[in-house]
């Protein structure tokens, strides 16, 4: 894992500029797409394919996850891995945001990679007394977060994930389940590198589960230990910044505010300024982190 010390000062870059959004599309859907994410099929994995994987233990259950293998992928390399969780399912709006709540559908490990050199999984929430995924919330929190280690310990061994360079995203649940799932218990805590929640963050309002409130936030938070996050949110991150103030195990937190009112995760698909940001942040996550070893 890279080498992160904890401390108590917390360090925060703000991007983007205060005030009225500026002038162009107030719209994020106006805008055009230069990437397409590929569609998720059945199959063996192969490089620049995307395709529904099912892990031995969970054969009959209607459960899988969804495993993208770059172009540039071969055997034997070692390669950055950005796990994904989806938002809630049945999800709309007036402005034509859309989310299914499924991994299949899922945008941001695409858009941030575009799609080259690094592997990109996406996980479900799992329900066990169904037997399936959950499209809204978590299912069961344990459950989930058991397959999520078993699931990037899999990525790792099978298909060279480097477990030194794994970041955890998701968006709207999938940004609260960064640190409800992925700081859920010290185990997990340790696969990740980084994490980049896009709209909402742990503990900033409660919710209708168990521990959503601030205290249980900030008490997984301990475990994040100073590693570095992206916060992103539709015009403004004010609330998350409050929140993470005077957070235990806060290190440097990004703050970026998307200036379009959607609630989506398709800004990583527009050849946007905020995405370069992005991209650049997590470019410099990755080399400190190889200079680390």
């Not at 009112?261 to 990755?286: C, F, M, T, Y």
Request: some cysteine.
């Amino acid at each position: 894992m890279g080498k992160f010390a904890p401390g108590a000062i917390v360090a925060v870059v703000w991007l983007g500029v205060a005030g009225a959004p500026p002038a162009g599309p107030k719209n994020l859907h106006d805008l055009p797409s230069d990437l397409t994410v590929p569609g998720a099929v059945d199959g063996e994995p192969a490089p620049g394919k995307r395709v529904r994987q099912i892990n031995p233990d969970r054969d009959g259950w209607d459960l899988h996850h969804v495993l993208y293998l770059p172009p540039d992928w071969k055997p034997g390399g070692k390669y950055p891995v950005i796990v994904e969780y989806p938002g809630n399912g049945g999800y709309k709006n007036a402005l034509g945001d859309r989310c299914t709540g499924r991994p299949d559908d899922c945008n941001l490990g695409y858009g941030i990679s575009g799609g080259k050199g690094m592997i990109w999984v996406c996980l479900p929430f799992v329900d066990p007394a169904a037997r399936k995924h959950a499209l809204t919330w978590w299912g069961d929190a344990d459950a989930t977060a058991a397959y999520c280690k078993q699931t990037v310990a899999r990525v790792c061994k099978e298909y060279g994930g480097d477990p030194g360079a794994v970041i955890l995203t998701g968006f709207s649940r999938g940004a609260i389940a960064c640190n409800y799932i992925g700081l859920r218990d010290d185990e997990i805590a340790k696969f990740w590198l980084a994490f980049i929640p896009h709209s909402h963050y742990d503990g900033v309002r409660k919710w209708p589960y168990p521990d959503s409130d601030a205290a249980s936030a900030r008490d997984r938070l301990k475990r994040l230990k100073g590693r570095p996050q992206f916060v992103s949110h539709e015009q403004s991150v004010e609330e998350t910044r409050t929140f993470l103030k005077d957070a235990p195990g806060t290190g440097a937190v990004t703050f970026l505010p998307l200036p379009y009112p959607n609630h989506s995760d398709a800004w990583v698909l527009k050849d946007i300024s905020e995405r370069k940001q992005l991209r650049d942040w997590l470019a410099g996550v990755l080399r400190k982190a190889g200079e680390g070893r």
